[in-house]
């Protein structure tokens, strides 16, 4: 019969691991904007410094109430949160039938229920199934990321594009993106978060809406 101190360590590795996801989701978008009928160095020259300073507008965006006030992260956020849940529930079940079948193998290895053949094929399946489960949550954890990176894309690409056809009329030097105290202090008065997002769930309506009437 095997020797039940051949298999210790086996047993050991047949704990299963939970997968876990924190979504950080930043966002930056800086524009400087230049005279169009000056070259650099002439309009250095001809505008003394204290008055290119007077000149300058600065604006931010508070990320955390993007993150939770645009409807397109709102609902994406759900959807990543859900195939989160499902991908736990999925490695959660695969890992605790796996570790069922390890202990029930283990407890009549221990009564010598089986012979060395037998208990070496048991043993055998029992591995293949533990490869087959860290095959399966690396892959769901590739897809998930992959999924999470087409959200910041998209983010990204839509906030950078409502930001030029705002900052048109409005002609900022530079919008910055404050979240937490990465900005030591602003003006409120500098703050145009309400603004971009009423302008962002506009146009996402506006998109979502003509999407809907296209698939009729």
Do not use: W
Not at 9 to 37: D, E, G
Not at 170 to 197: C, E, P, Q, R, W
Request: hydrophobic share 35%.
């Amino acid at each position: 019969m095997i020797q039940k101190t051949k298999l210790q360590n086996f047993y050991i590795k047949m704990k299963q691991k939970n997968l876990f996801y924190a979504m950080a989701m930043t966002v930056a978008v800086a524009f400087s904007l230049t005279s169009c009928n000056k070259s650099p160095k002439a309009e250095e020259a001809a505008t003394p410094k204290s008055e290119a300073q007077s000149e300058l507008k600065i604006a931010y965006v508070e990320v955390d109430s993007l993150m939770t006030q645009y409807e397109y992260c709102k609902e994406y956020s759900l959807i990543l949160e859900k195939k989160s849940q499902n991908i736990q529930a999925t490695l959660q079940q695969k890992g605790q039938a796996l570790q069922s079948a390890a202990a029930n193998f283990q407890q009549k290895l221990q009564q010598n229920a089986y012979t060395r053949e037998q208990a070496e094929q048991i043993q055998a399946g029992l591995q293949k199934q533990n490869a087959d489960l860290e095959a399966l949550q690396q892959r769901l954890s590739a897809e998930f990321q992959e999924e999470t990176a087409k959200f910041n894309e998209a983010l990204h690409d839509s906030l950078q594009h409502f930001i030029a056809k705002y900052n048109k009329d409005k002609k900022y030097t530079m919008i910055l993106s404050k979240s937490g105290d990465n900005i030591l202090f602003a003006d409120k008065s500098a703050d145009i978060t309400n603004d971009v997002i009423s302008g962002l769930n506009k146009a996402y309506k506006k998109g979502s809406a003509s999407e809907k009437k296209g698939k009729k």
